[in-house]
Protein backbone atom coordinates (compact mmCIF):
# COMPACT_ATOMS: atom_id res chain seq x y z
CA UNK A 1 0.00 0.00 0.00
CA UNK A 2 2.89 2.22 1.03
CA UNK A 3 4.14 2.07 -3.00
CA UNK A 4 0.21 2.72 -3.96
CA UNK A 5 0.39 5.66 -1.92
CA UNK A 6 3.85 6.79 -2.95
CA UNK A 7 1.98 7.22 -6.63
CA UNK A 8 -0.62 8.85 -4.82
CA UNK A 9 1.19 12.12 -3.54
CA UNK A 10 2.86 12.39 -6.70
CA UNK A 11 -0.50 13.18 -8.03
CA UNK A 12 -2.19 15.36 -4.95
CA UNK A 13 1.46 17.42 -4.36
CA UNK A 14 2.49 17.56 -8.76
CA UNK A 15 1.88 19.92 -10.62
CA UNK A 16 -1.22 19.79 -12.50
CA UNK A 17 0.26 19.04 -16.19
CA UNK A 18 1.56 15.85 -14.19
CA UNK A 19 -1.72 15.30 -12.29
CA UNK A 20 -3.49 14.98 -15.42
CA UNK A 21 -2.15 11.77 -16.91
CA UNK A 22 -2.56 10.03 -13.56
CA UNK A 23 -5.49 7.76 -12.23
CA UNK A 24 -5.90 7.28 -9.01
CA UNK A 25 -8.83 6.77 -6.45
CA UNK A 26 -10.64 3.13 -7.95
CA UNK A 27 -7.19 3.11 -10.02
CA UNK A 28 -5.62 3.22 -6.67
CA UNK A 29 -5.92 0.63 -4.44
CA UNK A 30 -3.79 -2.49 -5.55
CA UNK A 31 -7.09 -4.73 -4.30
CA UNK A 32 -9.56 -2.48 -6.91
CA UNK A 33 -11.54 -4.40 -9.63
CA UNK A 34 -10.79 -1.35 -11.66
CA UNK A 35 -6.91 -1.38 -11.52
CA UNK A 36 -5.45 0.09 -15.05
CA UNK A 37 -4.04 -3.08 -16.62
CA UNK A 38 -1.19 -2.41 -19.64
CA UNK A 39 -2.88 -2.23 -23.08
CA UNK A 40 -2.91 -5.31 -24.95
CA UNK A 41 -2.20 -5.70 -28.70
CA UNK A 42 -5.93 -6.71 -28.72
CA UNK A 43 -7.03 -3.76 -27.75
CA UNK A 44 -5.18 -1.31 -30.09
CA UNK A 45 -1.22 -1.08 -30.57
CA UNK A 46 -0.20 2.31 -30.84
CA UNK A 47 -0.31 4.49 -33.79
CA UNK A 48 2.85 4.79 -36.04
CA UNK A 49 4.11 8.37 -35.01
CA UNK A 50 4.83 10.75 -37.56
CA UNK A 51 8.54 11.02 -38.70
CA UNK A 52 10.29 13.13 -35.43
CA UNK A 53 7.32 12.64 -33.31
CA UNK A 54 7.15 10.82 -30.28
CA UNK A 55 4.84 7.64 -30.25
CA UNK A 56 1.04 7.89 -28.86
CA UNK A 57 0.85 5.19 -26.60
CA UNK A 58 -2.51 3.42 -26.02
CA UNK A 59 -5.27 4.72 -23.76
CA UNK A 60 -5.49 1.90 -20.62
CA UNK A 61 -7.96 -0.07 -20.46
CA UNK A 62 -9.50 0.56 -17.39
CA UNK A 63 -12.32 -2.14 -17.63
CA UNK A 64 -10.54 -5.26 -18.10
CA UNK A 65 -11.41 -6.74 -14.59
CA UNK A 66 -15.09 -6.10 -14.66
CA UNK A 67 -15.43 -6.89 -18.59
CA UNK A 68 -13.49 -10.42 -17.44
CA UNK A 69 -15.71 -10.93 -14.36
CA UNK A 70 -18.70 -10.37 -16.38
CA UNK A 71 -17.84 -12.75 -18.95
CA UNK A 72 -17.15 -15.42 -15.94
CA UNK A 73 -20.70 -14.60 -15.11
CA UNK A 74 -22.08 -15.11 -18.51
CA UNK A 75 -23.53 -11.60 -18.59
CA UNK A 76 -20.65 -9.91 -20.99
CA UNK A 77 -20.04 -6.30 -21.20
CA UNK A 78 -21.48 -5.04 -24.76
CA UNK A 79 -19.55 -2.10 -26.69
CA UNK A 80 -22.17 0.40 -25.73
CA UNK A 81 -21.82 -0.70 -22.35
CA UNK A 82 -18.52 -0.17 -22.01
CA UNK A 83 -18.54 2.98 -24.10
CA UNK A 84 -21.20 4.28 -21.06
CA UNK A 85 -19.19 2.95 -18.54
CA UNK A 86 -16.05 4.43 -19.38
CA UNK A 87 -17.98 7.99 -20.02
CA UNK A 88 -18.83 7.96 -16.64
CA UNK A 89 -14.95 7.05 -15.74
CA UNK A 90 -14.31 10.13 -17.09
CA UNK A 91 -16.39 12.53 -15.64
CA UNK A 92 -15.64 11.07 -12.00
CA UNK A 93 -12.00 10.40 -12.23
CA UNK A 94 -11.15 14.48 -12.49
CA UNK A 95 -13.44 15.51 -9.79
CA UNK A 96 -12.00 12.53 -7.46
CA UNK A 97 -8.00 14.00 -8.46
CA UNK A 98 -9.38 17.39 -8.00
CA UNK A 99 -10.31 16.45 -4.42
CA UNK A 100 -7.73 14.68 -3.40
CA UNK A 101 -5.53 17.60 -4.28
CA UNK A 102 -7.38 20.06 -2.50
CA UNK A 103 -7.67 17.89 1.00
CA UNK A 104 -4.01 16.55 0.57
CA UNK A 105 -2.62 20.62 0.04
CA UNK A 106 -4.90 21.53 2.56
CA UNK A 107 -3.64 19.05 5.00
CA UNK A 108 0.03 19.86 3.96
CA UNK A 109 -0.89 23.18 5.00
CA UNK A 110 -2.31 22.75 8.19
CA UNK A 111 0.57 20.61 9.40
CA UNK A 112 3.32 22.98 8.28
CA UNK A 113 6.72 22.62 7.39
CA UNK A 114 8.55 19.21 7.00
CA UNK A 115 11.54 18.75 7.74
CA UNK A 116 13.70 17.65 4.73
CA UNK A 117 15.58 13.91 4.87
CA UNK A 118 19.47 14.75 5.85
CA UNK A 119 21.66 14.73 2.45
CA UNK A 120 24.73 12.59 2.98
CA UNK A 121 28.04 14.71 3.72
CA UNK A 122 30.01 15.43 0.30
CA UNK A 123 33.58 14.81 0.74
CA UNK A 124 36.03 18.14 1.33
CA UNK A 125 37.28 18.59 -2.40
CA UNK A 126 33.49 18.19 -3.51
CA UNK A 127 32.11 20.68 -1.21
CA UNK A 128 35.23 22.71 -2.02
CA UNK A 129 34.53 22.25 -6.02
CA UNK A 130 30.70 23.27 -4.93
CA UNK A 131 31.55 26.84 -3.23
CA UNK A 132 29.98 25.06 0.06
CA UNK A 133 33.05 23.68 2.03
CA UNK A 134 32.65 25.09 6.09
CA UNK A 135 33.71 28.77 5.67
CA UNK A 136 32.72 29.44 1.91
CA UNK A 137 29.46 29.68 2.99
CA UNK A 138 27.22 30.51 5.82
CA UNK A 139 23.90 28.47 4.46
CA UNK A 140 25.77 25.56 3.38
CA UNK A 141 23.58 23.61 5.53
CA UNK A 142 20.40 25.05 4.68
CA UNK A 143 21.42 24.31 0.53
CA UNK A 144 22.39 21.16 1.31
CA UNK A 145 19.13 20.14 3.13
CA UNK A 146 17.01 22.08 0.41
CA UNK A 147 18.81 19.45 -2.32
CA UNK A 148 17.75 16.21 -0.57
CA UNK A 149 14.52 17.93 -0.34
CA UNK A 150 14.11 18.15 -4.18
CA UNK A 151 15.85 14.49 -4.95
CA UNK A 152 13.69 12.44 -1.92
CA UNK A 153 10.48 10.70 -3.01
CA UNK A 154 7.42 12.94 -2.35
CA UNK A 155 6.09 10.23 -0.01
CA UNK A 156 9.08 10.53 1.80
CA UNK A 157 8.15 14.54 2.39
CA UNK A 158 4.84 13.88 3.54
CA UNK A 159 4.15 13.06 7.35
CA UNK A 160 2.82 9.14 7.82
CA UNK A 161 -0.96 10.60 9.23
CA UNK A 162 -1.63 12.79 6.15
CA UNK A 163 -0.43 9.83 3.78
CA UNK A 164 -3.08 7.52 6.37
CA UNK A 165 -5.75 10.03 5.73
CA UNK A 166 -5.73 10.08 1.94
CA UNK A 167 -5.06 6.39 2.23
CA UNK A 168 -8.67 6.29 3.91
CA UNK A 169 -10.24 9.10 1.36
CA UNK A 170 -8.86 7.25 -1.33
CA UNK A 171 -10.96 3.87 -0.45
CA UNK A 172 -13.99 5.93 0.26
CA UNK A 173 -13.99 7.49 -3.05
CA UNK A 174 -13.02 4.06 -4.55
CA UNK A 175 -15.37 1.97 -3.07
CA UNK A 176 -18.43 4.94 -4.05
CA UNK A 177 -17.60 4.63 -7.59
CA UNK A 178 -17.81 1.13 -7.60
CA UNK A 179 -21.04 1.48 -6.68
CA UNK A 180 -21.78 3.52 -9.06
CA UNK A 181 -20.66 1.64 -12.27
CA UNK A 182 -22.15 -1.58 -10.70
CA UNK A 183 -25.92 0.52 -10.94
CA UNK A 184 -25.13 2.82 -13.90
CA UNK A 185 -28.26 2.36 -15.74
CA UNK A 186 -26.81 1.04 -18.84
CA UNK A 187 -26.36 -2.41 -16.74
CA UNK A 188 -28.57 -4.78 -17.18
CA UNK A 189 -30.00 -6.43 -13.62
CA UNK A 190 -27.71 -9.55 -13.54
CA UNK A 191 -24.63 -7.46 -14.38
CA UNK A 192 -25.59 -5.39 -11.41
CA UNK A 193 -25.62 -8.22 -9.00
CA UNK A 194 -22.47 -9.35 -10.25
CA UNK A 195 -20.68 -6.57 -9.90
CA UNK A 196 -22.40 -5.20 -6.25
CA UNK A 197 -21.40 -8.63 -4.95
CA UNK A 198 -17.62 -8.53 -5.95
CA UNK A 199 -17.60 -4.90 -4.89
CA UNK A 200 -18.97 -6.05 -1.45
CA UNK A 201 -16.48 -8.90 -1.29
CA UNK A 202 -13.56 -6.47 -1.90
CA UNK A 203 -14.50 -4.45 0.88
CA UNK A 204 -15.30 -7.68 3.08
CA UNK A 205 -11.77 -8.86 1.98
CA UNK A 206 -9.93 -5.77 3.54
CA UNK A 207 -11.08 -6.39 7.11
CA UNK A 208 -11.68 -3.70 9.52
CA UNK A 209 -15.59 -2.05 10.31
CA UNK A 210 -16.90 -1.61 6.56
CA UNK A 211 -16.09 -5.20 6.51
CA UNK A 212 -18.27 -6.49 9.55
CA UNK A 213 -21.04 -3.64 8.50
CA UNK A 214 -21.28 -5.63 5.25
CA UNK A 215 -20.82 -9.14 6.78
CA UNK A 216 -23.92 -7.75 9.34
CA UNK A 217 -26.07 -6.55 6.55
CA UNK A 218 -25.51 -9.80 4.48
CA UNK A 219 -26.33 -11.58 7.35
CA UNK A 220 -30.00 -9.97 7.82
CA UNK A 221 -29.26 -7.87 11.12
CA UNK A 222 -27.72 -4.41 10.23
CA UNK A 223 -26.30 -2.23 12.69
CA UNK A 224 -28.51 0.80 13.78
CA UNK A 225 -27.82 3.67 13.08
CA UNK A 226 -26.53 4.53 16.21
CA UNK A 227 -24.45 1.82 16.55
CA UNK A 228 -22.48 2.88 13.44
CA UNK A 229 -20.73 5.84 15.25
CA UNK A 230 -19.96 3.69 18.18
CA UNK A 231 -18.61 0.73 16.59
CA UNK A 232 -16.46 2.41 14.27
CA UNK A 233 -15.03 4.69 16.97
CA UNK A 234 -13.46 1.33 18.45
CA UNK A 235 -12.12 0.27 15.02
CA UNK A 236 -10.50 3.66 14.79
CA UNK A 237 -9.30 3.29 18.19
CA UNK A 238 -7.82 -0.15 17.49
CA UNK A 239 -6.25 1.43 14.43
CA UNK A 240 -4.45 3.85 16.47
CA UNK A 241 -3.52 1.41 18.88
CA UNK A 242 -1.61 -0.70 16.40
CA UNK A 243 -0.02 1.97 14.93
CA UNK A 244 1.28 3.08 18.11
CA UNK A 245 2.32 -0.37 18.95
CA UNK A 246 4.27 -0.34 15.45
CA UNK A 247 6.18 2.70 16.64
CA UNK A 248 6.94 1.77 19.95
CA UNK A 249 9.07 -1.44 18.51
CA UNK A 250 10.21 0.33 15.70
CA UNK A 251 7.61 -1.25 13.20
CA UNK A 252 7.60 -5.00 14.48
CA UNK A 253 5.15 -4.83 16.89
CA UNK A 254 4.37 -7.97 19.36
CA UNK A 255 2.33 -10.83 17.67
CA UNK A 256 0.84 -11.26 20.82
CA UNK A 257 0.21 -7.19 21.90
CA UNK A 258 -1.63 -7.57 18.28
CA UNK A 259 -3.73 -10.61 19.28
CA UNK A 260 -4.84 -9.19 22.56
CA UNK A 261 -5.51 -5.81 20.98
CA UNK A 262 -7.90 -7.28 18.49
CA UNK A 263 -9.77 -9.12 21.41
CA UNK A 264 -10.43 -5.98 23.47
CA UNK A 265 -11.96 -4.29 20.55
CA UNK A 266 -14.13 -7.25 19.72
CA UNK A 267 -15.16 -7.50 23.21
CA UNK A 268 -16.06 -4.02 23.13
CA UNK A 269 -18.11 -4.84 19.86
CA UNK A 270 -20.24 -7.25 21.40
CA UNK A 271 -21.05 -5.35 24.38
CA UNK A 272 -22.53 -3.06 21.76
CA UNK A 273 -24.88 -5.63 19.99
CA UNK A 274 -27.87 -7.40 20.03
CA UNK A 275 -27.95 -10.99 20.58
CA UNK A 276 -29.39 -11.83 16.73
CA UNK A 277 -25.81 -9.67 16.31
CA UNK A 278 -23.89 -11.58 18.27
CA UNK A 279 -24.68 -14.29 16.37
CA UNK A 280 -23.91 -12.95 12.94
CA UNK A 281 -20.64 -11.60 14.46
CA UNK A 282 -19.89 -15.24 15.63
CA UNK A 283 -20.36 -16.36 12.19
CA UNK A 284 -18.63 -13.63 10.26
CA UNK A 285 -15.57 -14.52 12.63
CA UNK A 286 -15.75 -18.34 12.12
CA UNK A 287 -15.81 -17.60 8.38
CA UNK A 288 -12.50 -15.71 8.52
CA UNK A 289 -10.90 -18.61 10.59
Aim: charged share 20%; aromatic share 4%; no cysteine.
Amino acid sequence: MRVVLGALVSVVFSSALYAQDVDFGAFGDPGSLLSPAAPTAARGAAAPAARGAAPVAPARDRLIRLRDALAKAGSPLTKEQETSLNALLDGEIPNMRKTLQTHGQEMMAAHGPVTPPAAPAAPPAEAAARGTAPGNNPNAALLAAAIAARGAPLSSRVPPEILDALEVEMRQMNDALFTKISSAQALDPTQQAVLTKMSRDQIKSRGGFDALRISMEDAGTPFAAEQIPQVQSLFDDQKRARAELAKQSEGTPDPAKLKQLDRDTLTKVVGLLQPAQRTALLNYLRSQQ
